[in-house]
C-alpha cells in the first residue's frame, strides 16, 4: 500500500492521477487535512484517511499499513513550523511501521543556508536519524512558476517579454514530470537510499521569447524589466539573476527514462496548444 499526504495539493493530486494509472485503486490512500474536500478521490475507490501534519495521532492513523509514504513538503513556509511538522510527520511514520519514506526536498537542502531550503535540510537530516529506509527527492521550482499564461498571452501581443533575470539560466521542471519521477521511486526498486538533484532542460528568457516566437507565429523579444517585479516573481528573478538556478543535473531524466518535457513543449501545455 502506498499513502500520500498532503495528497489534496496540485502537486499531491498529480501523483494520485499517476499512481492510479499503475496501481490497483484500493492500494492507494490520500492522507489529506480535511477529508470532506477529497470526495472525489474517494469516488475513485482511493482510501482517504485525515492526517494533519500538526495532529500525530491523525499521521499514524493515515500513514498505518504503509508499505511506502510520499511525504510531500508541507505548505506552511515558517521554517520551524515546517520542520516540526516534518519531524512529526516522520515520527508518525516510524510509529505507524511504514516501510520506507520518499520525500520531496528542495534542491540545494544538502548544503544548510538561510531561507527556504532550512526546513529541508533539517527534515532531510530527522530522517537520516530516523533510521526509515528513505530516498530523497530534491526538487528545483516549478517552470509553472515562471511560465504564467497571462504573461506569456501578453508579451505575445505586445511582441515584448519582460526580463528580470538578466538573461541568466534556469534549471526549472514541470511539476508533472517530477510528480512522474516520485511515481516511479514509490513503484519501481532500486531508489532506496538514493538522494536525487531534480532539475529539467535549461533554459533562459531570451529562448523564451525565442519559443513564443515560433509557436505563436508573430515576433517576440526581451525588454530588461526597470523595476522588480512585484512579491514572489521579484524574488524569483533574484535567485535566477545570481545564478542560483543555473545548476542541472541528469537525475530527473534518470529516473524518468527519458529526457525531461522541453520549454516547446512546457509553453504550448501551458498555453493550451497543440503540438
Not at 57 to 78: H, Q
Not at 138 to 163: I, K, Q, W
Amino acid at each position: 500500500m502506498i499513502v500520500v499526504s498532503a495528497a489534496s495539493g496540485a502537486f499531491g493530486s498529480t501523483v494520485l492521477e499517476l499512481l492510479a494509472d499503475r496501481l490497483p485503486a484500493g492500494d492507494i490512500v490520500a492522507a489529506v487535512r480535511d477529508p470532506s474536500r477529497a470526495t472525489g478521490l474517494a469516488a475513485r475507490g482511493i482510501t482517504v484517511r485525515r492526517g494533519d501534519y500538526d495532529d500525530a495521532d491523525s499521521l499514524r492513523a493515515a500513514f498505518a499499513g504503509a508499505d511506502r509514504l510520499l511525504l510531500i513538503s508541507s505548505p506552511e513556509l515558517d521554517p520551524e513550523r515546517r520542520t516540526r511538522q516534518h519531524r512529526a510527520a516522520i515520527d508518525a511514520a516510524r510509529t505507524a511501521g511504514v516501510k520506507a519514506v520518499a520525500y520531496t526536498s528542495f534542491l540545494g537542502a544538502d548544503t544548510p543556508r538561510p531561507g527556504m531550503p532550512d526546513a529541508h535540510h533539517a527534515t532531510e537530516e530527522a530522517l537520516r536519524d530516523s533510521g526509515l529506509p528513505c530516498t530523497l527527492l530534491r526538487h528545483p521550482f516549478y517552470s509553472e512558476g515562471f511560465l504564467d499564461a497571462a504573461v506569456l498571452r501578453e508579451a505575445a501581443a505586445t511582441g515584448t517579454l519582460p526580463d528580470g533575470t538578466g538573461g541568466r539560466g534556469l534549471n526549472t521542471a514541470l511539476r508533472a514530470d517530477l510528480a512522474e519521477a516520485a511515481v516511479r521511486v514509490l513503484t519501481e526498486d532500486g531508489h532506496l537510499g538514493r538522494a536525487y538533484d531534480f532539475t529539467g532542460e535549461p533554459w533562459t528568457m531570451p529562448r523564451l521569447a525565442d519559443t513564443l516566437s515560433r509557436l505563436l507565429g508573430t515576433p517576440v523579444t526581451t525588454a530588461e524589466r526597470a523595476e522588480p517585479a512585484p512579491g514572489a516573481r521579484g524574488m524569483l528573478e533574484g535567485l535566477v539573476r545570481a545564478g542560483v538556478l543555473e545548476r542541472t543535473t541528469g537525475d530527473l531524466r534518470a529516473v524518468l527514462g527519458r529526457p525531461a518535457t522541453g520549454l516547446d513543449d512546457a509553453v504550448a501545455r501551458v498555453l493550451g496548444i497543440a503540438r
